[in-house]
Structure formats: structure tokens, C-alpha cells
Nanobody
Framework: QVEVVESGGGLVQPGGSLRLSCAAS????????MAWYRQAPGKQREFVAR???????NYLDSVKGRFTISRDNAKNTAYLQMLRLEPEDTAVYYC?????????????WGQGTQVTVSS
């Protein structure tokens, strides 16, 4: 099992920036991908960005050009740099870590970190 901890959320004005971190504690697992999702009040959780162990990335269309996902494999940590934030980006942001150990696959989630974009 993988323990996942997010950090870096907060209150920011429209047009501002934040960087989220996702730290994974692994035991005999190899991480294959790390991803960010978000859930706004009254809405379903949605995919935001993903990065594989090989460095391939993909993004939600509405965040392309504003958000960048990156990863430090040595630290088992992923980052989400968010620029030009908009009120519509307000949500709880969750990190999902996908890992394998032999024939066992796992997907583990963190508790989430709140991002509020408001003036």
C-alpha cells in the first residue's frame, strides 16, 4: 500500500499562483504514474493532470498552458504548478498514486488539499 500526502493549497487571488506537492511513501511498490484530480462543491471529481514514470504528461483541456505537472522520482513526489488561477479552479485537489508490485496493482489517494481562488 502507498501512503499519499498532499500539501500546498491555500487562498489566492485570481491571476495568482500556487504549487501543490504530492509525496508518496512506498513499500516494495514501484510508482507507475501520479495524477491530480479536483472536486468542486456540488460537482464530481475530475481529472486535472497526470505524469507517468517515463515523464509523459496529459492535462485537462481547461488547465493546459496554465498548470504544469512534474515529478521527482528520487523523492516519490509530484508537483502541480498552477499559474493564472481562476475562480473556477477552486476545489479540493487530490493526488492519486498508481503503483505495482509484482502482479499487484494499486491506486491510492491522499486526503486532499483545498485551493480557493477568490478576491
Amino acid at each position: 500500500q502507498v501512503e499519499v500526502v498532499e500539501s500546498g493549497g491555500g487562498l489566492v487571488q485570481p491571476g495568482g499562483s500556487l504549487r501543490l506537492s504530492c509525496a508518496a511513501s512506498v513499500s516494495s511498490f514501484s510508482i507507475t504514474a501520479m495524477a491530480w484530480y479536483r472536486q468542486a462543491p456540488g460537482k464530481q471529481r475530475e481529472f486535472v493532470a497526470r505524469i507517468t514514470s517515463g515523464g509523459f504528461t496529459n492535462y485537462l483541456d481547461s488547465v493546459k498552458g496554465r498548470f504544469t505537472i512534474s515529478r521527482d522520482n528520487a523523492k516519490n513526489t509530484a508537483y502541480l504548478q498552477m499559474l493564472r488561477l481562476e475562480p473556477e479552479d477552486t476545489a479540493v485537489y487530490y493526488c492519486k498514486v498508481s503503483a505495482v508490485r509484482g502482479f499487484t496493482r494499486s491506486d491510492d489517494w491522499g486526503q486532499g488539499t483545498q485551493v480557493t481562488v477568490s478576491s
